[in-house]
């Protein structure tokens, strides 16, 4: 696994509502969008005029937004993942070391593609999100995402903490939305579920493994598509100092990648 920098992401989401950016003001996500597939990335060393190399990232692969590239107006800062040698079915990504430049027209942000519409399960406790973009297609047969949530019983699972008593590992995973104590009727991510005719999955346990006191609210929560094979479901969770984000890119019915890592408020 990539190794942790929060520094850097509490700089990214820091910087990102005071730019050029109008109405992006919930997660610093991007995805790449451009009609030709593919865009390129200008990678540099030292001074940032200087290109070293060129990474191409194809059409539907995301980002972080960090900042508008300096002197430029045409293109804008951005943090991405390292491509993995062997490809996986699932990564999750807590750290993203690439960097570089990409041009604001091949890209769009997460938040500000057409939104699935939310709803709630009659226990409450599932989140649905509808594809309503179409009202020609049947209601039965429109794309879903459906977030399960429900009491978590980390309680009963290995945990393993440091020194000062933090925890560091419950069943050998970091724990996401806590610290030292597993608080009183404490929530967990339990299933999430891609609802999509002629395909559809539940996403794999390393995707949402210890993801604890995520959100109901729905102004922290949603789903995006840039069309009907690239779906893109964001949350914040937890509170306080224990505040993360997560974004999973979701391809052709299945969870490709999660990007996650802390943002206290």
């Not at 050029?20 to 995805?31: E, L």
């Amino acid at each position: 696994m990539i190794s942790v920098n929060r520094a850097l992401y509490l700089s990214a989401f820091s910087l990102f509502s005071l730019t050029f950016v109008k109405g992006q003001n919930k997660v610093p996500f991007g995805v790449v969008k451009a009609e030709e597939g593919y865009a390129n990335v200008r990678v540099h060393k030292d001074n940032y005029r200087k290109i070293v190399d060129k990474i191409r990232m194809r059409k539907g692969d995301v980002f972080v937004y960090v900042k508008p590239a300096p002197g430029e107006t045409e293109w804008i800062w951005i943090k991405y993942p390292e491509k993995q040698d062997e490809e996986k079915p699932f990564v999750r990504y807590e750290n993203l070391e690439k960097e570089g430049m990409v041009n604001k027209e091949r890209i769009a942000f997460i938040d500000q593609l057409p939104q699935f519409t939310p709803s709630k399960s009659k226990n409450g406790k599932s989140l649905i999100f509808t594809d309503n973009s179409n009202p020609k297609i049947p209601t039965s047969q429109r794309t879903k995402v459906v977030i399960d949530v429900y009491p978590s019983n980390a309680g009963y699972r290995k945990q393993e903490k440091d020194t000062d008593g933090k925890i560091l590992t419950i069943d050998k995973i970091k724990p996401w939305g806590i610290k030292d104590t597993l608080p009183e009727g404490m929530t967990e991510i339990k299933s999430i579920r891609i609802q999509q005719p002629g395909r559809g999955s539940v996403f794999v346990r390393e995707a949402i493994k210890n993801m604890f006191q995520p959100t109901m609210d729905f102004s922290n929560v949603g789903v995006t598509a840039l069309d009907n094979d690239h779906i893109y479901l964001y949350m914040i969770n937890g509170s306080g100092e224990n505040r993360y984000v997560t974004l999973w890119a979701i391809k052709e019915g299945r969870v490709m990648s999660q990007i996650i890592y802390n943002s206290p408020e």
